[in-house]
């Protein structure tokens, strides 16, 4: 049996992968599936098992997910109306590796497992027609399904169907391919219908031959880095791109100008696209011309563009189908890499979401937080991204005297679509966009400009846009102290970053700062620390890369909140001035918010660590009331609205 998978190996090798192709997985996966029933023992043994591999070339803390399970369609981790309390996973894994769950009571004959066990879980009785998932810590403690095999509310009857087997999952093997780069929750997409298009590969019963090994074409091996590459010794690459998005993509021909910018130093860029006016990435997901294009080709990129308001609006919806996506194109592109196009804030804020979504009121609140949200997509789903909003940003602050806007003050100006182009360009063939000659229609001083913003923001801080990966390298502790003794700060005010940095192996060769995807500032020795000023109104985001002696490389990343100084100045509020108090703080299920009699009306939004809006309303009343017993014990912001001014203070809840 396991000729068919060197084989296959082999035929895959041949299909992959361009230069710049993915070479490692986005995340763990369930890699192997195995069921056997010894029914006639007594007792009875259970030599079941579930295989995860790590392909995403750093190590990773397993106590970050879970294995869940639904018996007989009962819903995850329900035994049939009792609940089951789902394992935590044990140790670290090492990339490249693999860890297997197996039943507590297996047995030696006529298969032995026991000794490939990294943990044992006796729920895990699985019959062939149960499904077994995958769930990761989304950052706040909850968890979150990333992969799975079968559906936890559906009940095929005895067994699942896999590659076009009827009978793919009872007293069988499965064991994923090697192209498949990363996890997927669309059940019909892995097991597929064809042994051509499923991601699995069924052995006969009690074929454990592949146990505790993977043999994956995603198992991290490192991409080769042209930004030190000599302009002159670079290969002319010819890459192919599928961009999803709608009209903030096609404005002005967006791919057709990346193509061009690309040409002119020697380089292609072959595009399709899909991008109706308007269309949300879940409108997307159902729309059948996408998903022919999705499955039409092997892309080295797959452009993602939600619809501009919507990660603002709307993030739970914009991170789930992101993720769907993000699987087929596993699937079909699994030796290319998804990326993100971070799009920007309105011109003046958004309007028709201001009453309900405060911070979007302004162009500084939206365009931070759909940074944000682009960068915790970015994270869970380990694709690429495209800064496009923030070197927009940029341009703003420098050069306002550009206009990157159409009339409707959301659509990109020929300007606005030549910054998008650029950093395109920069992020997909990770090369000095100065080399570029071409200019569209905007003259060659503008875009000069534009050229020399794009390598500011992005080409010189490619790693910090693109391999931000968190929990790297476990050998290398990083915490983070800052910003100091709160998390919200006032614009153009100083801090100190700093953070507590240790390594097992070696020792600290830099220490590096990006703030919002900038780098800031150098270390070689301790104490690692720097003085930084705030100046994007919103959600920010400081990152803290690490590097040893021994090569290895690990993040950590704080966000915190920066809000306009009002008239009256917040410094000037003592503690019984604020026009608002918190109690009780602590809190277990009812926030109070108390105003002061000065202030007869505002609106409060609660924030998560991760920057999310998990609660908000309105301050209508002397005294109001706010339920917070839905929330997970945490803490939080809460920022409080009030004639026009922006109050925030920590909350913890129990």
């Avoid at 002005?252 to 899909?274: C, F, M, Q, R, Y």
């Avoid at 993720?323 to 079909?332: A, E, F, G």
């Amino acid at each position: 049996m396991m000729r068919k998978l060197t084989l296959f190996l082999g035929m895959a090798v041949v299909a992959c992968c361009s230069v710049f192709a993915q070479q490692s997985a986005s995340d763990l996966f369930i890699s192997e599936y195995c069921e056997y029933n010894q029914t006639v023992s007594t007792p009875q043994y259970f030599n079941h098992y579930i295989e995860i591999y790590n392909g995403t070339g750093k190590a990773v803390d397993m106590s970050k997910y879970q294995l869940w399970r639904s018996m007989n369609a009962s819903g995850w981790n329900n035994n049939n109306g009792v609940v089951v309390a789902p394992p935590t996973l044990k140790g670290i894994l090492e990339n490249n590796k693999t860890f297997v769950i197996t039943r507590p009571n297996t047995s030696a004959a006529p298969i032995s497992i026991a000794a490939d066990s990294a943990q044992s879980w006796s729920f895990l009785n699985i019959s062939g027609d149960d499904a077994v998932g995958l769930a990761k810590d989304d950052g706040t403690g909850t968890f979150v399904l990333i992969d799975l095999i079968g559906s936890e509310t559906v009940d095929p009857g005895e067994y699942w169907s896999v590659a076009g087997e009827a009978n793919g999952t009872q007293n069988r093997t499965i064991v994923r391919k090697p192209t498949t780069c990363g996890p997927t929750t669309d059940w019909s997409l892995s097991a597929g219908t064809t042994a051509d298009n499923s991601q699995w590969i069924v052995f006969p019963q009690n074929d454990i031959s592949n146990i505790n090994q993977h043999t994956s074409l995603c198992n991290g091996v490192e991409m080769p880095d042209t930004t030190t590459v000599p302009p002159t010794e670079m290969k002319k690459l010819k890459l192919s791109a599928l961009f999803i998005g709608n009209s903030y993509t096609y404005y002005n021909d967006l791919p057709i100008l990346i193509d061009k910018l690309a040409n002119t130093v020697g380089d292609t860029l072959k595009h399709s696209e899909s991008f109706p006016g308007g269309y949300t990435l879940q409108q997307h997901y159902a729309l059948p011309a996408t998903q022919t294009a999705l499955k039409a080709k092997n892309y080295d990129y797959v452009v993602l563009q939600e619809q501009s308001q919507r990660p603002a609006t709307d993030s739970t919806s914009f991170f789930k189908y992101a993720l769907m996506l993000d699987s087929i194109r596993n699937i079909y592109s699994p030796c290319g890499q998804t990326m993100y196009y971070m799009t920007w804030g309105r011109k003046f804020g958004d309007s028709n979401n201001c009453s309900t979504l405060p911070e979007v009121c302004t162009y500084e609140g939206m365009d931070s937080l759909l940074n944000l949200r682009y960068r915790m997509a970015q994270e869970k789903t380990g694709a690429l991204i495209s800064p496009v909003g923030a070197v927009r940003n940029y341009l703003r602050k420098n050069h306002p005297e550009i206009e990157l806007y159409e009339s409707d003050n959301s659509h990109p100006s020929p300007a606005g679509s030549f910054v998008s182009a650029v950093t395109f360009y920069t992020a997909m063939f990770k090369k000095d966009p100065m080399l570029t000659t071409y200019n569209f229609s905007i003259g060659e001083s503008i875009a000069k400009i534009i050229k020399e913003s794009v390598k500011t923001v992005v080409f010189d801080s490619l790693n910090s846009w693109n391999t931000y990966a968190p929990g790297a390298d476990s050998t290398i502790s990083i915490n983070i102290n800052s910003p100091l003794t709160t998390d919200t700060l006032t614009v153009s005010e100083t801090f100190t970053a700093e953070a507590n940095i240790s390594t097992s192996k070696g020792t600290i060769s830099e220490v590096l700062f990006f703030l919002n995807g900038t780098k800031v500032g150098t270390k070689t020795e301790g104490p690692y620390q720097i003085e930084l000023t705030s100046v994007l109104t919103g959600f920010n985001s400081l990152i803290v890369k690490v590097v040893n002696s021994e090569g290895g490389v690990n993040f950590q990343r704080v966000n915190f909140y920066v809000e306009k100084k009002s008239t009256i100045g917040i410094e000037s509020f003592s503690q019984t001035k604020r026009p608002f108090t918190f109690f009780p703080n602590p809190a277990e299920t009812v926030l109070n918010i108390e105003m002061d009699d000065s202030f007869q009306s505002g609106s409060f939004s609660i924030f998560n660590l991760s920057g999310q809006v998990v609660k908000n309303g309105v301050l209508a009343s002397k005294m109001n009331v706010c339920d917070i017993s839905g929330l997970q014990p945490n803490e939080y912001i809460v920022q409080v609205k009030v004639d026009d001014q922006l109050f925030s203070e920590k909350i913890i809840k129990k």
